[in-house]
């Protein structure tokens, strides 16, 4: 088993900035990818960002240029800097560790953007 355990989320008023964080523990795998993904209640659960431990990165038409992932692999913690937030970043932001043979989700931490 993975246990994630997520942080940093909050209000933030449109234009602001908010690092969200992700520690995974347990019985983690040396090769994984780790990723954020976003759900607003009612809709599915959508992509943000993605980085495995090879350093290959992956991000939304929606947060490029704004949006930035980074791990720290001896920590097996990912990050998610988001800048120039805006009303429509509002969600749920879940992190998910996975690999070929498995994947885990963490509990969410709520994103909200006023305007």
């Known amino acids: 088993q993975v246990h994630l355990v997520e942080s940093g989320g909050g209000l933030v008023q449109s234009g602001g900035s908010l690092r969200l964080s992700c520690a995974a523990s347990?019985?983690?795998?040396?090769?994984?990818?780790m990723a954020w993904y976003r759900q607003v209640p009612g809709t599915q659960r959508d992509l943000v960002a993605s980085?495995?431990?090879?350093?290959?990165?992956n991000y939304a038409d929606s947060v490029k240029g704004r949006f930035t992932i980074s791990r720290d692999n001896d920590k097996n913690t990912v990050y998610l800097q988001m800048n120039s937030l805006k009303p429509e970043d509002t969600a749920v932001y879940y992190c998910?560790?996975?690999?070929?043979?498995?994947?885990?989700w963490g509990q969410g931490t709520q994103v909200t953007v006023s305007s």
């Open positions: 998910k560790y996975y690999n070929r043979w498995m994947n885990y």
């Open positions: 980085l495995s431990t090879g350093g290959t990165a």
């Open positions: 347990g019985r983690t795998f040396s090769i994984n990818t």
